[in-house]
């Protein structure tokens, strides 16, 4: 098989070149026919012209093969094919009339002529090459070929409709584009007009018998997308998508990376921006470590980080299976990049003390953290344990080694907590806030929301009861949350960690909060079934710890602008060392003897705002904020949406 694509490519090639040289002679004596106004060429102009014109085949010919002319395929001819037409051409006429000069001073040969002959050689040679590729572009399609419209007259646009017109193997035919840019509707790309805006999509799907709609707006926010797919959906017209715009690292789209709608292109955000020079200086060169390495942040992190080409990069992580899975990642990606790895917990002393004075860390990227909701509510204990007392022993063991920076991962939760979960997250904000003040090291908090498609998170969830028929759960009908991307959410705490001078709570833009509601019946709008009537929805109630909304600041932080328009700074809130100390040292101590309803009343103290507080509470028994909560709670399983 390739024997035969390779025989066929140098007849192509072969047949080209024939093409060629047979047109400078028809070129040569059409430049004599119009030089003497179409008619009658005089008898010594003729024999000039035949005379000279083996002279001007050669030298053209070598200057054609200088220039390349072969190398380009006549099937996808393009403009800059046309230009190094003309410059072969151009140098051809230069070396030509050169030679003609010094052997016969021109004679016969009038002044006209080479301009004439360089105007028709260009015209023969691209016109050629033009008409192969708008016969093979614009050729007949089959009666199954697919009737396209196309979201996007833009860059991404015209590089998608170039590539329709080529397909052989599964003919496109693209119909028309839609564009809400008025200066392009009425315009035709590649022969394809733009024949309106979005909004008219669901007349021109029907009027013109659309059998695929393309999204080609790579670059478009997420309220746009969930717009345009909202149109889309209306039609009942299949509908695909191209990339987002950082996945287009060539430049190119194409019909192979057509790809299903995910509810992550509608809740995702426009791309952002970034210091990189700021976070390389920062990061190159460095021994960073990264606990939680294994987990969705922690992974995303150590991705990034390994980018930026530290000296050395230290994994850290109590989950087996994790660990050895970013390890070999890693490994694979970036071979020359120093890695280590260590499975252990960020509680066991004995154990961190040995891998700082092994390794040595200078940045320290804190993501080790228990996160679901409704199980740290009666596991208070691990809660505690894993994330007050795990980031003391890794703050404090980061400032006794001199680390220069110390960047610990938190969440909206622990925001006025209604949850074990988050006010564990905030006293260990509490403990790195005040411990900077009085340590050498940097400690920097990042604060968001939710992470899409991470473990535990409610799209991997809700798509798995889509693929099993049904129905999906909801605990409430208003209940919102804020998302956004693992690779946003780990690149803009990167930004943070080089922004941070020590002791600052760093709060990410998360954009508009949406319905967890709007999320099941897009998903399952996108699977192309109907909420209600292929798959159910049920609303459980409220879970224990569960709010209806989250917040990213509280109202004493007065949240105050950065110079990242993506990245918020809340006040620092001070909290007494000593007592500081003295209550952490009572939460170990109660942790050791398992008693529960102490450390309950202990976290507390440390976060008086916790309002889900109860001071009666038992192993297995879930307490619940209120009894309108408790009321609504009906033992739904959902997992909670978290990273």
Not at 309 to 337: A, G, M, T, V
Not at 511 to 518: A, L, N, R, T
Not at 570 to 581: D, I, K, S, T, V
Request: charge should be neutral; charged fraction near 25%.
């Amino acid at each position: 098989m390739i024997q035969r694509v390779a025989t066929f490519s140098i007849s192509n090639r072969r047949l080209a070149i024939l093409h060629d040289l047979c047109m400078i002679p028809v070129a040569w004596i059409g430049a004599y026919w119009l030089r003497f106004n179409l008619g009658v060429i005089p008898g010594n102009y003729l024999d000039s012209a035949l005379g000279n014109m083996l002279i001007v085949l050669v030298f053209q010919g070598v200057v054609f093969r200088y220039f390349g002319l072969y190398r380009g395929v006549w099937r996808f001819a393009s403009l800059p094919d046309l230009i190094r037409i003309a410059k072969a051409v151009m140098v051809g006429i230069a070396f030509s009339a050169t030679i003609l000069f010094i052997t016969t001073r021109m004679d016969g040969v009038p002044r006209s002529v080479f301009p004439l002959y360089g105007l028709l050689l260009v015209s023969l040679l691209g016109g050629s090459r033009f008409i192969v590729r708008w016969s093979k572009d614009r050729g007949i399609y089959a009666d199954n070929a697919k009737r396209v419209l196309i979201v996007g007259a833009g860059r991404a646009g015209e590089m998608l409709v170039r590539d329709l017109l080529r397909a052989r193997d599964e003919l496109y035919q693209p119909v028309g584009f839609v564009d809400d840019n008025k200066a392009r509707q009425g315009r035709e790309i590649h022969g394809v007009r733009v024949l309106g805006a979005c909004e008219e999509i669901i007349d021109f799907a029907d009027r013109l018998d659309i059998n695929l709609i393309v999204l080609a707006i790579p670059s478009s926010d997420s309220a746009n997308m969930r717009r345009v797919v909202g149109l889309c959906e209306k039609t009942g017209v299949p509908f695909r998508t191209v990339p987002p715009l950082e996945h287009l690292m060539s430049g190119q789209v194409n019909i192979s990376e057509l790809r299903e709608v995910l509810i992550d292109d509608l809740l995702g955000r426009e791309p952002i921006s970034l210091d990189w020079n700021a976070i390389d200086q920062e990061l190159k060169g460095k021994r960073v470590l990264v606990t939680g390495a294994g987990g969705s942040i922690g992974s995303e992190l150590c991705r990034q980080i390994a980018r930026l080409k530290p000296s050395h990069l230290i994994l850290l992580d109590s989950s087996e299976f994790n660990l050895y899975s970013i390890e070999n990642e890693l490994l694979k990606s970036f071979p020359k990049i120093a890695i280590t790895r260590w499975l252990n917990d960020v509680v066991d002393h004995v154990a961190i003390e040995k891998i700082f004075r092994h390794s040595k860390p200078e940045v320290v990227f804190h993501a080790a953290a228990y996160k679901h909701v409704p199980m740290l509510e009666d596991q208070i204990r691990e809660a505690a344990r894993n994330n007050i007392l795990g980031t003391r022993t890794m703050a404090e063991f980061a400032d006794r080694f001199g680390c220069e920076a110390f960047v610990m991962i938190s969440t909206d939760k622990a925001v006025n907590p209604a949850n074990v979960m988050g006010t564990s997250k905030r006293a260990a904000e509490i403990f790195c806030q005040n411990l900077n003040q009085r340590s050498a090291t940097r400690f920097v908090t990042v604060r968001f929301g939710n992470v899409l498609g991470s473990a535990g998170s409610v799209v991997p969830l809700f798509r798995q009861q889509i693929e099993s028929g049904g129905p999906i759960t909801v605990t409430h009908r208003e209940i919102t949350r804020y998302f956004m991307t693992v690779q946003e959410a780990s690149q803009l705490i990167l930004q943070a960690s080089v922004m941070g001078r020590g002791g600052e709570i760093f709060v990410l833009d998360m954009g508009e909060p949406i319905k967890i509601s709007y999320l099941a019946e897009e998903m399952i709008r996108l699977s192309g079934k109907v909420p209600g009537e292929d798959i159910d929805i049920i609303y459980t109630g409220l879970r224990p710890g569960e709010k209806l909304y989250e917040e990213l600041f509280h109202e004493k932080e007065a949240l105050q602008s950065t110079t990242h328009e993506k990245i918020l700074l809340a006040r620092y809130r001070e909290f007494e060392w000593e007592r500081l100390n003295e209550v952490m040292d009572e939460i170990k101590l109660a942790c050791a003897e398992y008693d529960e309803k102490q450390v309950r009343s202990l976290m507390k103290k440390l976060v008086p705002e916790w309002s889900g507080y109860r001071a009666k509470a038992s192993h297995k028994t879930i307490t619940i904020a209120n009894q309108d909560e408790a009321a609504s709670e009906v033992g739904a399983t959902v997992l909670h949406l978290r990273r």
